[in-house]
């Protein structure tokens, strides 16, 4: 009997520790988050991609972060930065206030040797949207040491960055994860194994990583219980899931288990009209590039057949349909492209908008293509022409190729396209070969708007056209270095960069991509944006009751 | 002097696997470095400088030929590199964290597909040209030309969307996380055995031993099982070997479509994202699985059929 009764306590008490602990467990908020892909670094100083961005993006904290309107507000920093007459010194004062997870306070040298480490070769960043920070190419190539990096600390919260131009959107580039701190003592006794699982990994943000080792496709962040703002963290738990198949994806957020999820342009119109449906407008613009010098055995380079012809070129620009190609083709997933300058990266002094104050510089006039097209086939002295696009591989490039492919054809009676799909890495050597007729490129600079015409300024590495041009050398170097916070005379070089490349027709801007997300409707407090390495700020977020 | 045979006959086939083994290594490792494109996701916003800094850091700048002996050194000596792919983490890590799941569900999945097969084989034979037949044969014939995405996506759709019996996918509900993929991936070895086992066990049944069986008045299945299925196998090791192989290195598909964390999709994208050390390893690892598996089979036949002898073993 005494053993009965012993077993019946036993397993009531064991049912009771059930309940309880699944009391416990609904208690718990719990945020479910899709990502696309396995996690390629943690490491704040090596992030270079969004799969990345994301993964840090919770853990770091950064001197500043972006609200809704994208505009820097302070986070570790306890201001705005001062920032010196010539715009080359830029003052940051940390909280004194932050702790890492453990407890340790973090220190203005921790920014500094964060800072220290995106440009070191020994670290071997990928990251390419850096500030310009003084003496940054040259430790990078390992011709100064690190230590020569224009980032010192005055005192324990005081950091100072010595930048090489002055650099009007500096607050911005800071909000980026990759300037948060570090603590350089935990980090170097890792080693090389420094972020390479959670454990080797100290931070200070809001939430800690939790049950990574490198290679899973499920982890989760931990609210970090000695944030500094902790009080207005809401989740104990954001659990992130890599799910790569789309179908699957949708099922797992229509069946509840994941609150958001990214939806493919094929799978947009689905959802159009839905209040979970989030649409965001992203700075990401899609180009089909040209060669128009070519690059030959011998170093040198000879205009390319066809496209060194600037008519050719222009017939080709205001030959598409901008608009059919993102509502038809990719079903609302892209806005058109206005010029090569997005629409939507920043304001003219006198705050209006990219597409208003520079006016949509690419349009579609069948007439005049195909006016332009005849004339550059005449001076060629051909009927015809045959061009290969080359593009990725990716479901996205194909139903864009075949598109341009379809249309052109159409448009421009005489035109041949032949298609080529390859893996990316194939397409980029092809176009880093600068020997190459057209390809589907695309382009995500910096919140400084001139990384947009810089890409085809005459000694960048990434000006596929080989375009050589001092006319538009004078003007980025102006932005880059005579500028400075004159905003007027910036918006005005700007806007002759613009201009410039689009009278010369040296680039097709295309599309600026939309991003489609899925999101429980019940979230709220978290914000999107446009540009940079993560989409959402999930770190206020929380769940309306 | 039998022993004495067998273990000249090992020792000069782990000799030629490690040759082979040698020669897929360098072929790859040369064919890998000829394809275009660099090693380093951010390929197109890196500056030349950051390049040749990234080239110096991995070794990359180095002459092929000294990479490839100092490739070969560090494999010796168990270094498999880094994956350019996941942060700097080792290859062996990856591999590691892995292979466990692609093994568990090709080993489900050649077992139970396997099984169901042979079974339905028999079935089939046994039944030669009646309804049953048919419906073996045709179900063979389904199996073997629907592709395992669109049986995933079926399964997935029946059994997790619709029936909410189990999950959609993730790894994280232990063994009924495995029971979709497990299915997905089982379909083309059952097709692959009942389509084996049923044309050569018709063959069988017809020959006069078995006439023998039946005129000793033996039962249909017990002469089915017992004496038509141990002839019958022996082709169905042939395929099942490399089958096993192929199922254990996962699915690139099916395990995206389950959200699996296994191996499966490393092989493609590490080709497709030139991770040089990663298709190294991928491809040393999957060859190596093979060669072994091939040897085994060889030495299988040697036990299930006592008309196979080896050159030298009696």
Redesign the interface.
């Known amino acids: 009997m005494k053993r009965i009764l012993a077993l019946v306590l036993a397993a009531s008490l064991l049912l009771s520790l059930v309940v309880v602990s699944a009391g416990a467990e609904e208690d718990k908020k719990v945020l479910h988050w899709f990502i696309g892909g396995?996690?390629?670094?943690?490491?704040t100083g090596?992030v270079?991609?969004t799969i990345?961005g994301e993964a840090v993006f919770l853990i770091a904290d950064p001197l500043y972060r972006l609200d809704e309107n994208a505009d820097p507000v302070p986070n570790l920093a306890v201001a705005l930065p001062e920032i010196s007459e010539d715009g080359l010194t830029v003052t940051v004062t940390i909280r004194d206030d932050a702790k890492y997870v453990d407890g340790t306070p973090v220190k203005a040298q921790d920014i500094v040797y964060a800072t220290q480490r995106i440009f070191d070769?020994?670290v071997?960043s990928?990251?390419?949207?850096v500030a310009d920070i003084k003496n940054g190419?040259a430790v990078?190539?390992?011709e100064v040491a690190v230590e020569e990096l224009g980032v010192k600390a005055l005192s324990d919260t005081v950091v100072e960055f010595t930048l090489s131009g002055a650099d009007p959107y500096i607050t911005k580039k800071l909000a980026d994860t990759s300037y948060s701190p570090i603590p350089q003592a935990f980090a170097e006794a890792q080693g090389?194994g420094y972020?390479?699982s959670a454990d080797a990994l100290l931070s200070a943000g809001p939430f800690v990583l939790s049950g990574w080792?490198?290679?899973?496709?499920?982890w989760s962040y931990v609210k970090n219980p000695n944030y500094w703002d902790a009080e207005n963290v809401y989740f104990d738990e954001i659990i992130y899931?890599?799910?790569?198949?789309q179908?699957?994806a949708l099922?797992?957020y229509e069946?509840g288990?994941i609150d958001g999820v990214n939806v493919d342009s094929d799978f947009i119109p689905l959802y159009e009209g839905q209040e979970d449906l989030v649409k965001i407008n992203t700075l990401r613009m899609t180009n089909l590039e040209f060669n128009i010098n070519s690059l030959q055995g011998d170093g040198s380079y000879t205009p390319h057949p066809v496209l060194s012809n600037e008519n050719i070129r222009k017939a080709l620009v205001y030959g598409i349909d901008r608009e059919e190609l993102c509502s038809a083709v990719l079903n609302g997933a892209a806005a058109p492209a206005v010029g090569v300058i997005p629409n939507g990266i920043a304001a003219s002094p006198d705050g209006e908008s990219v597409k208003d104050s520079f006016g949509t510089l690419v349009y579609t006039d069948l007439e005049a293509a195909q006016e332009y097209f005849k004339k550059g086939l005449e001076e060629l002295g051909v009927d015809s022409v045959e061009l290969r696009l080359v593009t990725s591989d990716t479901d996205e490039s194909i139903k864009i190729g075949t598109y341009l492919q379809s249309a052109y054809q159409t448009n421009l009676p005489g035109l041949t396209i032949n298609l080529a799909n390859v893996?990316?890495?194939?397409r980029?050597?092809?176009m880093m070969g600068y020997n190459f007729d057209l390809a589907l490129?695309?382009w995500?600079g910096d919140y400084d708007p001139t990384s947009y015409p810089n890409q085809f300024e005459t000694s960048y590495?990434?000006n596929h056209a080989k375009w050589f041009s001092d006319e538009l050398t004078a003007i980025i170097n102006a932005l880059k270095n005579e500028d400075g916070t004159d905003f007027a005379a910036r918006w005005e070089h700007l806007r002759q960069a613009n201009q410039y490349l689009v009278d010369n027709a040296i680039t097709i801007p295309l599309e600026q991509a939309v991003k489609g997300y899925l999101v429980n409707t019940k979230l709220q407090n978290y914000i999107t944006h446009q540009l940079g390495y993560s989409v959402f700020d999930l770190s206020r977020a929380y769940f309306a009751e | 002097m039998k022993a004495k045979r067998w273990v000249k006959y090992i020792c000069t086939r782990l000799f030629y696997m490690a040759l082979t083994l040698f020669i897929i290594t360098s072929a790859t490792f040369f064919l890998m470095n000829a394809?275009?494109?660099?090693p380093?996701?951010?390929?197109?916003?890196?500056?030349?400088?950051?390049l040749?800094?990234?080239n110096?850091?991995?070794g990359f700048d180095r002459p092929l030929f000294e990479r490839y002996i100092n490739y070969l050194g560090n494999v010796l000596h168990g270094d498999f590199g880094v994956s350019l792919?996941?942060?700097?983490?080792p290859v062996a890590?990856?591999l590691s964290?892995?292979m466990g799941p692609s093994l568990q569900l090709g080993l489900q999945a050649v077992l139970f597909g396997s099984l169901v097969g042979v079974f339905l084989g028999v079935i089939a034979a046994m039944h030669q040209n009646r309804a049953l037949d048919v419906f073996c044969s045709l179900f063979a014939i389904t199996g073997r030309s629907v592709p395992n995405f669109v049986v995933a996506?079926l399964l997935?759709y029946i059994f997790?969307?619709t029936l909410?019996v189990l999950p959609?996918?993730?790894?994280?509900d232990g063994f009924r996380s495995t029971i979709l993929p497990t299915l997905a991936l089982s379909i083309s070895p059952m097709a692959e055995s009942c389509r084996f086992i049923r044309t050569e066990m018709v063959e069988v049944l017809s020959s006069d031993y078995i006439e023998l069986a039946r005129a000793k008045g033996m039962s249909e299945i017990r002469i089915a099982f017992t004496h038509g299925l141990r002839n019958g196998l022996i082709p169905l090791i042939t395929v099942l070997g490399p089958m096993t192989v192929s199922l254990m290195t996962g699915s690139l598909v099916v395990e995206?479509?389950?959200?699996?964390?296994g191996i499966g999709?490393q092989f493609t994208k590490s080709i497709?994202?030139?991770d040089y050390y990663t298709i190294m390893a991928v491809t040393i690892l999957f060859s190596a699985l093979l060669v072994v598996v091939i040897f085994l089979t060889d030495i299988l036949y040697q036990i299930i059929d006592p008309r196979v002898r080896i050159e030298g073993v009696q």
Do not use: C
């Open positions: 396995e996690v390629t670094t943690v490491d090596k270079y991609d990345s070769p020994a071997g990928q990251n390419s949207s190419a990078r190539a390992g090389e972020a390479l080792t490198g290679t899973e496709i499920s899931q890599v799910v790569k198949d179908n699957t099922n797992l069946a288990q893996p990316s890495s194939v980029f050597a092809e490129g695309g995500t590495e990434h | 394809l275009p494109g660099t380093y996701n951010n390929q197109d916003r890196l500056t030349q400088a950051q040749d800094m990234l110096k850091k991995y792919q996941f942060s700097d983490q890590t990856l964290q892995r996506v997935q997790a969307v909410k959609i996918g993730l790894w994280d995206n479509i389950f959200a699996v964390p999709e497709l994202s030139n």
